[in-house]
């Protein structure tokens, strides 16, 4: 199984300002014959389901505020939000879709400071 | 729109039952690969089960395997989930979620019901 690890655990970030959350693949999600990373982010508010934000690594979902960025190849992949706004605190997960099981990372919790 | 909605959750004793149910409206149900996917208390996302478009092929985790079988009623746009001797550890929201394109098992999940909570305790 591929195992996915994200960094940090929490984080606390003023409004107004830069978040950026590390995710890492115990081996690479690039699909060479397409060039595609087989990666995705998730944002979960309390008591909310998950809600797709980005899917191969940089793409975003539609309606999806261009403050939130993904970036990253292979192994190494980030999610930014460019200008953290109060809406933003909520749980951030990885998730990878090349092999299955599909594989989730243990999450990010982005909070105000 | 594109709704799941997930219903079936109890609370239960261990090595009880449960059918969990996810009806489907908005999308053609009988073209995507469906999925079930639980979060225990205070925890992360876990896939349990996904099934098929059409030829029945499925998948599951480890810990469900011989316990838990899924299955879909594509004229009622309906996923389903059997679970047979639950134990405490499967204690969690379980959520169903459909795939972005279609048929292929190796996507992202981009609509998710609100999910049904299992509780499995004596």
């Known amino acids: 199984d591929i195992v996915v690890t994200q960094s940090p655990d929490s984080l606390a970030v003023s409004l107004g300002e830069r978040a950026t959350i590390n995710c890492k693949s115990s081996?690479?999600?690039?699909?060479?014959?397409?060039?595609?990373?087989?990666l995705a982010w998730y944002q979960q508010k309390p008591g909310q389901p998950p809600k797709l934000l980005i899917y191969w690594a940089s793409t975003r979902e539609s309606g999806v505020p261009d403050r939130f960025s993904g970036s990253g190849s292979g192994t190494d992949f980030t999610l930014t939000i460019s200008s953290l706004q109060a809406e933003d605190v909520a749980v951030y997960y990885c998730?990878?879709?090349?092999?299955?099981?599909?594989?989730f990372g243990g999450g990010t919790k982005v909070e105000i400071k | 729109e594109v709704q799941l909605l997930e219903s079936g959750g109890d609370l239960v004793q261990p090595g009880g039952s449960l059918r969990l149910s996810c009806a489907a409206s908005?999308?053609?149900?009988?073209?995507?690969?469906m999925n079930w996917v639980r979060q225990a208390p205070g925890k992360g996302l876990e896939l349990v089960s996904a099934i098929d478009d059409s030829d029945g092929k499925t998948y599951y985790t480890d810990s469900v395997k011989g316990r838990f079988t899924i299955s879909r009623d594509n004229s009622e746009n309906t996923l389903y989930l059997q679970m047979n001797s639950l134990r405490a550890e499967d204690t969690a929201v379980y959520y169903c979620?459909?795939?972005?394109?279609?048929?292929?098992?190796?996507?992202?999940?981009?609509?998710w019901g609100q999910g049904t909570t299992v509780t499995v305790s004596s």
């Open positions: 081996q690479s999600v690039l699909y060479n014959s397409n060039k595609k990373n087989y």
């Open positions: 908005g999308f053609t149900f009988s073209s995507y690969v």
């Open positions: 979620a459909k795939v972005l394109r279609g048929t292929s098992w190796y996507d992202a999940l981009d609509v």
């Open positions: 998730q990878q879709y090349y092999s299955t099981p599909l594989t």
